[in-house]
């Protein structure tokens, strides 16, 4: 059942529909965000094993070594460009910035209709991909992975969600919405294996277990 959250920044309209999604009256997406899909459970489960398991280390970590919401075409940066990606009907100002439009939060099955309401989320977390060996790459790796649209790493989120998600890995934090875990941990996977990042013991064993109901 869609969530509802104390909401800042609400008009009318985005307040109703909250309620409405909070009553379980928006059953089905007003709209699906468009994440990459992800590589199979089956090749998930592959590269899975491949991934040097290895413990975190966060010593020198800073969000601002992960340059992100860098400028993707004309006026609009990474956010706007998955804002309009991810939503129904998106309308944007000559800045690029989303003033209308629809979004469905697959985490937990809210529906917005403010871009206010909506944070990107880094499914692989800044923080996490640090511990994991991010923290020898260039700046520019850096910011190529916090910025990345081609692989199944920035989805739009209700805000409230993504901030209670953190920088935890699926072994702490997993969405509330059990149709998406199986989508949640294939991208997961691939984006690690892509980025030839570490997993830790606890972080291998909830993935495996996960790909294994999927």
């Known amino acids: 059942m869609p969530k509802f959250y104390a ?7 985005a307040a109703f529909t909250g309620l409405i999604a909070s009553a379980g009256l928006l059953n089905g997406p007003a ?3 468009a994440l990459p899909t992800p590589v199979s459970a089956a090749t998930a489960r592959t590269y899975l094993t491949s991934l040097t398991v290895a413990a975190e280390n966060r010593t020198g970590y800073n969000r601002d070594l992960f340059p992100h919401w860098i400028t993707q075409s004309g006026t609009c940066n990474t956010r706007e460009t998955v804002l309009k990606r991810d939503g129904t009907n998106v309308v944007t100002d000559s800045s690029c ?3 209308s439009g629809s979004w469905y939060s697959p985490y937990d099955g809210a529906t917005w209709s403010a ?3 909506l944070d990107i989320d880094h499914l692989v977390p800044l923080a996490e991909a640090w511990d994991s060996g991010a923290g020898s790459w260039t700046t520019a790796r850096r910011q190529a992975f916090a910025n990345d649209l081609t692989r199944p790493q920035l989805i739009a989120v209700t805000d409230n969600v993504n901030q209670s998600k953190g920088d935890q890995d699926p072994a ?3 969405p509330s919405r ?3 875990r199986c989508t949640y941990v294939r991208a997961w996977v691939q984006v690690k294996y892509y980025y030839d ?5 606890a972080e291998k064993s909830a993935l495996q277990g996960y790909l294994a109901t999927c």
């Open 97 to 99: 910035a989303a003033t």
């Open 178 to 180: 059990t149709a998406y």
């Open 172 to 174: 702490t934090w997993m």
């Open 115 to 117: 871009a206010s309401d």
């Open 197 to 201: 990042l570490s997993v830790d013991s």
């Open 31 to 33: 709209a699906s965000a």
């Open 7 to 13: 909401r800042r920044r609400l008009g009318f309209l």
